[in-house]
Each structure stands twice: as structure tokens, then as C-alpha cells.
């Protein structure tokens, strides 16, 4: 069965400062996709990584893949305020499983 | 483009009420998909249609829970009777179809929060 862990579950950090949240996930699984969510808004997708060694960027965030590892990370550089939110990876196996978010508080 | 719309955004019933919550997915998207996020848990999968017919209600708790979408357009989730565990935010999803190397990606709703008292 498939699991999926994020650590941490919760960081709190100063602007300018960089970050990685870890995604690892227990079997073998086709995608893996980050999802950003705003208190009460939609959950937004960031990113979908298809295969080992993918790694893509947007603005300060980015996410890798290692699938032989069964690790996924989100790195985030020099952080601002506005990066504040909660943050969900998530594996495909036989359907989509969620991490429990990560919730990112950047402090002015 | 519209997204995925969810109605009512917040719900709160007593316990052995009935609550019905409602998605509307992005036009065109067959899937649709239902999860729950209790407080502090993961977001959990409970059912996917594909158009009008169940793929995969595997995620579905119990017999409380019917999931419809009639002519394959809007979905509703009903729960009869509602139970204190029942809380939580319940987001729709929908995608297109997955084809070959597309990235079947799927867009959620706002959620509905079902505070049961």
C-alpha cells in the first residue's frame, strides 16, 4: 500500500532564508505532484514530476525526484511572505495519495 | 475558464442530520474525484467518477456516504445520518482523461467545511 510522508509538518522561518521540505513515499509510483493550498482557497498544483532525476523550477520553489530513492523534495530559496501556505505532495499509485501539507509560515 | 466550484463552502449540522455538498468540475473534465482532510490528517481519497459511472469508491467510509453524478456533469456527496467523525473539509477534484503521456493533472475546488455538532 502506498504511503506518503512529508516532513515537516510545520516551519516557520525568516524572509531570505532557504528550505527544503521532504516528500518520501513507501512504493513505486508513477508521478508525484507538490500542491500549494491558501487558507480557505483551492488547492493549487505546482509542480508534476514524472521521472527520476526530474527536477523543475518556479520563481523561488523547486522540486525534485528521486524515484530510487522514493524521494521528492520542494526547495525553497530566499523566501518571502507571499511563499506562506500549506504545501501537499502527493503520490499516483493506484489513485492519488496525499502527504498530511506542510504549512509554511514566512515571518517579515 | 471557470474552476471547480464547491457549494455550500461551510456547512454545520447536528449529529443525525443530513448534509449534501455539491461540486461543479471544470467543463469537459470526465473525472471527478471526492477527498476528505480531517483536521491534521492527510487528505484522503474517496471516490472517483469517470462521466456518470463509479471508477473507484474504494475510499468511501461507510453506507452514510452516497456519491452521485447524474449525466456525468455535477456531483453531490451525501451523508444521512451524520456522525461527529464526519467533520472535515471535503474537496472535489476534476481532470480530463488521461491520455498517454498527459499529466492527468486535477484541479480541486475550495472545499466545503462539515462541522458536525
Known amino acids: 500500500e502506498l504511503k506518503v510522508e512529508q516532513n515537516p509538518l510545520f516551519l516557520s522561518m525568516q524572509e531570505g532564508k532557504n528550505y527544503t521540505i521532504y516528500c518520501n513515499y513507501s512504493?513505486?509510483?508513477?508521478?508525484l505532484y507538490w500542491y500549494r493550498q491558501d487558507p480557505g482557497k483551492s488547492l493549487e498544483s505546482l509542480f508534476v514530476?514524472?521521472?527520476?532525476?526530474a527536477v523543475k523550477q518556479e520563481g523561488r520553489l523547486m522540486a525534485s525526484l528521486d524515484t530510487k530513492a522514493r524521494l521528492s523534495t520542494l526547495h525553497i530559496t530566499a523566501a518571502v511572505h507571499d511563499l506562506s501556505a500549506t504545501y501537499f505532495c502527493?503520490?499516483?499509485?493506484?489513485?492519488?495519495?496525499f502527504g498530511k501539507g506542510t504549512r509554511l509560515h514566512i515571518l517579515p | 475558464e471557470a474552476g471547480v466550484t464547491q457549494f455550500p463552502s461551510h456547512s454545520v449540522i447536528e449529529k443525525g442530520q443530513t448534509v449534501t455538498l455539491r461540486c461543479d468540475p471544470i467543463s469537459g473534465h470526465d473525472n471527478l474525484y471526492w477527498y476528505r482532510r480531517v483536521m491534521g490528517k492527510e487528505i484522503k481519497f474517496l471516490l472517483h467518477?469517470?462521466?456518470?459511472?463509479?471508477?473507484?469508491e474504494s475510499g468511501m467510509p461507510n453506507n452514510r456516504f452516497l456519491a452521485e453524478r447524474t449525466g456525468g456533469t455535477y456531483s453531490t456527496l451525501k451523508v444521512q445520518p451524520a456522525e461527529l467523525e464526519d467533520s472535515g473539509v471535503y474537496f472535489c477534484?476534476?481532470?480530463?482523461?488521461?491520455?498517454?503521456?498527459?499529466?492527468?493533472?486535477?484541479?480541486f475546488g475550495a472545499g466545503t467545511r462539515l462541522s458536525v455538532l
Open positions: 477534484a476534476s481532470s480530463f482523461r488521461d491520455r498517454g503521456l498527459a499529466k492527468n493533472i486535477q484541479y
Open positions: 467518477f469517470v462521466k456518470e459511472s463509479k471508477q473507484d
Open positions: 512504493t513505486t509510483s508513477d508521478r
Open positions: 514530476l514524472l521521472s527520476n532525476g
Open positions: 502527493a503520490a499516483l499509485g493506484a489513485k492519488i495519495i
